[in-house]
C-alpha cells in the first residue's frame, strides 16, 4: 500500500471514530513519523495537549531510531577498529627498527610516520569505545570519585589551555552501575569539546544534582566564547558519526559518549545559548 493511501485510511477511520465531518481530520505520513492535524473540532487547550502527545510520541521514535542506527555503526566501527590495531602494532614496530639501521633518510619523515601512526591509533581507541561495554565489567562504582578522577587527569591540560575546571556539589554522590572506563571516557570527551571551544580560555563547570533518589544528573557546562554556543538548527547533528565543525576534528567523540551512555541505560541532552554557551546534561540511575 503507498504512504498516501495509508494516510488516507487512517484518515477516514479517525474521522469515523469521531463522528465528525470530512474536513477535520488530516493525516500526513513522512517517515518515520505519522501527523494527524486535527481541525475545528477541538478546544484549543485540547488541541494542545493532542500536539504535545504526537511530538513526545515522536520523540520517542526517533530517539529510538538513533539507538539502532548507533548500534549498528558502532558494531561495525569497533570492529574494524579492533581488526586494525595489530597491523598497526607491528607497522610502528618495524618503523622503530628502520629508523635505527637507516641512515642517510631526514629525520623529520620518520617524525611524520610516528605521528601519522599515532592519530590512526588514537583514531581506533575513539572507535573501540563504540562497542557494547557487554565484554566488560560492569561494577558498582562511586560517580564522584569517576569525575574526579577526570578532572585529575584533565588538569594540566586545562591550564595549559588556561581553562578552569570547576566543581560543585560532587560530595556524596551515589554508586552508580557502570564500566567504570567508559563513564570516564564520556566525562574527558565532554571537557575536550568544552575546551576547545573555548580557545581563548575561560571555566568548565561540572555540576551534579538529584533530581530523584533513583538518577543522579551531571551537567558539564562552558562559556562557549570562542562559538557562542551552537546555532539550534546544528544540535541534532551532533553524535552523527563524522560530524565535525573542526579543521583536526574527528566527529566521534559525542557518537562514543552517547553511545556509552545509551548502554548504561541513561539520557543525554545537549542545550546551547549564542554567546553564552553550552551545558551537556546526563542522566543516570543512581543506586
Ligand atoms: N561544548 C561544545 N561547544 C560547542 N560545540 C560543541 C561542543 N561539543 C560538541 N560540539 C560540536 O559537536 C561537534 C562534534 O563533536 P565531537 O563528536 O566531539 O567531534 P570533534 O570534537 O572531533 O569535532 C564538534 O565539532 C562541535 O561542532
Ligand atoms: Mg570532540
Redo the contacts with the bound molecule.
Sequence with gaps: MKVKEIASHIGRLLREAFGKGPQSIFVNISRPFIVIYLRNFLSPTEKILLQQNITQENQNKSKLLQAEKLTAVGQLAASIAHEIRNPLTSLKGFIHLIEQAVSGVSKSYFEIMKDELKRIELITSELLYLAKPQAQEFKDEHIGQIIQDVILLMGSQALMNNVELRTSRLENLPVVHCVGAQLKQVFI??I???M??MPDGGAIDIVASRPSADMIVIQ?R?E?K??S??PQE?IS???SPF????E??????????QQIIFYHKGTLE?S?REGE??T?HIALPAL
Design positions: 570527551n565532554l575536550k569539546n568544552a576547545e571551544a558539564v562552558d562557549g570562542g562559538i554556543g551552537i546544528l547533528k551532533i553524535g560530524y565535525t565543525t573542526k583536526n576534528g574527528k566527529g566521534l567523540g559525542m557518537m562514543a559518549t545537549i546551547s554557551g553550552t551537556i
